[in-house]
Structure formats: C-alpha cells, structure tokens
C-alpha cells in the first residue's frame, strides 16, 4: 500500500528543546514536502526537496530544518521550538500530478 | 504568485441534498488543481485533480469538480451528500514543476452535515 508514514502522531515539548519529526515514504517519489496547518490558514509549505540532497524553502522556513539523505526520508527538525510553532504538521510525498500526505503529527509547545 | 480562495467557511447541509463548495484561484498558467478532504483526525485524501482536457472532473466518493477558466473555478459538487460526507474541505492549486509542484491550499470549508 502507497503511504507516507509520519512519527508521532502526538508530541508535547517544552520551549527550546530541539525535536524530529519523521517521515518516510515508499512510493519512490522524488518530490517531498513539509506543511503545516493552523485554523484558518488552510496549509502552509515549510520546506520542499525535489530530489536526495536537494531542499529548498517553502513559504514558512523560519525554526525548521530538513534533510533528505535518502530518498524515502524526510524528516523535519525544530532545533530550539518556540510555542508559536504549536500546530499540525503534515509530510507529503509527490509528482508533478499531486501529493500523497501522511496521517500528521500534532505538536504542541509549552 | 498563486493562491486560492474559498470563500465558506463552514457549510451545513441537510443529508441527501445536494453540495456545492466553491474554490477560486489566481496562477498565472494554466493549473493543476486538487481537493483533498480531511475527516476529523485525520491526514488528507485526494478527492480529484484536474490538469487538462475535459473541466468536469470526476473523483471519488461520487465527488465532482468543473473547472471554469473564465471565472478562475473549480467547484466541487456531490448531488446527495451522506453523513460520512461531514470533513473539512480543501481546494489547491499545483506550481507545476516548481517548488516541488508546490501546493498553495485555501483555507478550507468546514461541512457539517444535519440528519
């Protein structure tokens, strides 16, 4: 079965403890995507990476880091998080023709 | 720059009646254009997609989009909506080959769906 599997589902941290966030899909897509949601903002696009060791910035970078060392992993790294970083998070894997997205992982920080 | 607006914020619909949501976008090509749907606690299920040919597009779960290239559209539409049908609602617009086929997404319509 295609899917893009994310890891936790739940997580609570505390202000400045730096966490990671998993994501691994196998569906040998080239295209990955980091998003978030927050009421009324619909989701927003934190990072992206067309291919290994290829990332970029999406529209909402800043706190977030990514890597992508192989190709069906991406996982999404808060170094020092911040309460305003409190969201839902999903991983996609995709082509050109769309997006596959994971269940989410619902962080909160305290 | 691309975005999409959806201009509902919620909806509620009696169960068997007919569903329209609306979803207008601004790109400055021709799009790529997706719902996806979202149950409470869950990710997000691609219900169709459009990208060329014909505009009336079928998905799945008996869903519907039409898109309109002179209104800047793509409404979906289900004639009788069942109770499973209540989710949140996501229009998006794809970037085509850039960013990672980028998904710019509007901010959703909530579908509360009475017995």
């Known amino acids: 079965e295609a899917q893009v599997t994310q890891n936790p589902r739940y997580l609570i941290t505390v202000t400045g403890k730096k966490l990671t966030v998993t994501c691994s899909q196998n569906m040998n897509h080239e295209y990955m995507s980091w998003y978030r949601q927050d009421p009324g903002l619909g989701l927003r696009q934190i990072y992206y990476?067309?291919?290994?060791?290829?990332?970029d910035k999406g529209d909402v970078p800043e706190g977030y880091k990514v890597s992508r060392k192989e190709k069906r992993n991406f996982p999404l790294i808060l170094e020092s998080p911040s309460p305003n970083q409190t969201s839902l998070y999903f991983c996609a894997a995709g082509t050109d023709y769309g997006y596959t997205f994971g269940s989410g992982t619902r962080l909160t920080v305290v | 720059a691309q975005s999409v607006t959806q201009p509902d914020i919620h909806i509620t619909v009696s169960e068997g009646a007919s569903l329209e949501l609306r979803c207008n976008y601004s790109?400055?090509?021709?799009?790529?254009l997706f719902w996806y749907v979202q149950s409470p606690g869950q990710g997000l299920q691609l219900l169709l997609k459009y990208f060329s040919g014909d505009t009336l597009v079928q998905g799945i779960k008996g869903f519907e989009a039409e898109f309109k290239r002179s209104q800047s559209s793509f409404n979906l539409r289900k004639p009788s909506v069942h109770w499973s049908d209540a989710a949140e609602y996501f229009c998006a617009v794809g970037a085509r080959k850039a960013a990672g086929n980028k998904l710019t997404f509007g901010g959703g319509t909530r579908v509360l769906v009475k017995p």
């Open positions: 790109y400055g090509a021709t799009p790529y």
């Open positions: 990476s067309m291919n290994v060791e290829v990332t």
